[in-house]
Each structure stands twice: as C-alpha cells, then as structure tokens.
C-alpha cells in the first residue's frame, strides 16, 4: 500500500497546521462533511482535520475542477452535486472513468504523479470543499486515524477501477447496467436517500461511456428492464421495482 507520508507531492517550508478554532472556512456542518470523515477521531483530532480544509468553491453544471495534467495540489470533498470524470483520448473521443456523488472526494488521481491524469466535471451545480495536499500528509503523520483513512480512500479506488475491469471484461451488457443501478443504489443509501427512487443526474451517453456500451444498448436495456418489471424510469427519474430481480440479472 502507498505510504502517503513518504511522498511530499508539493515542498513547503516547515508548514503548520493551523490550531483548532470553532470558526471553519469550510461549514462543518456541510452536507456531506460527516459522510467522508474518518471514524475513530478524538473530538481534537476531527477539529484538527477541520483546520485544513481551506475554502469552498462553487462548480457550475458542465464546468471543469479540474483537468487532466494540471498540477496536483489539493484534493477535494464534494458537499453538494456530482461529477464525472474523464480522459481525452487523443482522437477526440472522451471516455467516462467515474462517477462522484456528495460525500465522496476527488483528487488523489494526482497524487503519483503530482498531475492530474483525468479531467474532473459538474454534471449539476456543484460544491466542494478544498483540502491542500501537503496539510493533509503532514496530519497524516500525526493522526494514525487520518492516515489510515487516507490509505483507505486511495485503496478503495484502486478496488473500484478492478471492478470497473472485471465488470467491462466479463459482463454482458444488461449485467453491467444492472450493476450500475444497484451500485447506484448502494450509494445513495450510505448517504441517506432512497435507494429506490433516485434521478441520474449523467446522460445515458455518459453512462454507456462509464459502461462500454453504445447509447442505443443502453437505452434498449432500460426498456428491457422496465419491460421485465424491474425498474420504472421516466427521463432521468429511476424507480427500482425489484431489487432482487436486478440483482439476478
């Protein structure tokens, strides 16, 4: 596993991480603040973590975080809205490699190279709060509990990106959509939505881009499943009927 303590992405002078205070730039009661905080954190150690979150920024629908090889220096936890992310391939096409709803973060792609190696996207209006890298790897340092969650983050995308492989490389096409949904699913009710009804904030491009599908594949297995019992969509409003039926697509 990555020892993120050992690799200085950004050199700073002696930096210090500033003292706990009961003022944040970031609101700590920010939607989806609690949603990514590390479990087991001292009431000093979650103040601390607090203090080096240093601003929000406001993502319009459609506009970019931030893009592929521009210098890695923060990552960032989304508050409120979704993004896609993506790779230009150099023909033009690009190609969809995530989805990031509120409470996840965006960034550490750029932690082994200290660029960005995909392009980070609104697909909503979007929030997120900023968190400068090298305050976090000195916290790091301090706090095993941050640490640890840190690796964790890093190694639950690595996790994901094999998914993504076995589920492109070993599915057929209504499988994969069956398991987006259900991942869909999964999701939003860590967050405390219903994992039901839910609107997909990503075009059905975008999806089969996600999925290695064409567009029309993707629309036919909607409609394969609506025609099967198992979901019931109206645009991008998704209501799973049968969780276990699409489970045994």
């Known amino acids: 596993m990555l020892n993120l303590v050992r690799y200085s992405v950004v050199t700073h002078p002696a930096p210090v991480i500033p003292p706990a205070s009961n003022t944040a730039l970031c609101d700590p009661s920010a939607e989806m603040w609690s949603v990514s905080m590390p479990l087991g954190l001292t009431v000093l150690d979650?103040?601390?973590?607090?203090?080096i979150r240093s601003s929000t920024r406001m993502i319009k629908?459609?506009?970019?975080?931030?893009?592929?090889?521009?210098?890695f220096r923060n990552i960032y936890t989304i508050l409120a809205g979704s993004f896609k992310t993506i790779v230009r391939h150099p023909d033009g096409r690009n190609?969809?490699?995530g989805f990031q709803l509120a409470g996840d973060m965006?960034?550490?792609?750029?932690?082994?190279t200290s660029h960005h190696s995909w392009e980070a996207i609104a697909i909503?209006?979007?929030r997120v709060?900023?968190?400068?890298?090298?305050?976090?790897?000195?916290l790091c340092s301090?706090?095993?509990?941050i640490q640890q969650y840190v690796h964790r983050m890093m190694s639950s995308e690595i996790v994901r990106q094999s998914a993504v492989m076995m589920l492109l490389g070993t599915m057929s096409a209504d499988q994969r959509l069956a398991a987006f949904l259900l991942n869909m699913s999964d999701c939003l009710k860590t967050r405390g939505y219903s994992p039901?009804?839910?609107?997909?904030?990503?075009?059905?491009?975008?999806?089969?881009?996600?999925?290695?599908?064409k567009l029309e594949t993707v629309s036919r297995m909607f409609s394969k499943f609506q025609l099967d019992g198992l979901v019931d969509t109206h645009g991008k409003t998704i209501r799973i009927l049968d969780l276990d039926g699409l489970s045994r697509v």
């Open 46 to 51: 979650s103040a601390r973590l607090d203090s």
């Open 61 to 71: 629908n459609g506009n970019s975080l931030y893009r592929e090889n521009d210098p």
């Open 95 to 97: 190609h969809v490699t």
């Open 106 to 112: 965006l960034g550490l792609d750029g932690v082994y």
């Open 124 to 126: 909503e209006d979007s």
């Open 129 to 138: 709060c900023i968190i400068p890298f090298y305050l976090l790897e000195l």
């Open 142 to 145: 301090e706090v095993k509990a």
């Open 196 to 213: 039901v009804e839910f609107n997909l904030r990503m075009t059905r491009d975008e999806i089969g881009s996600y999925l290695g599908m």
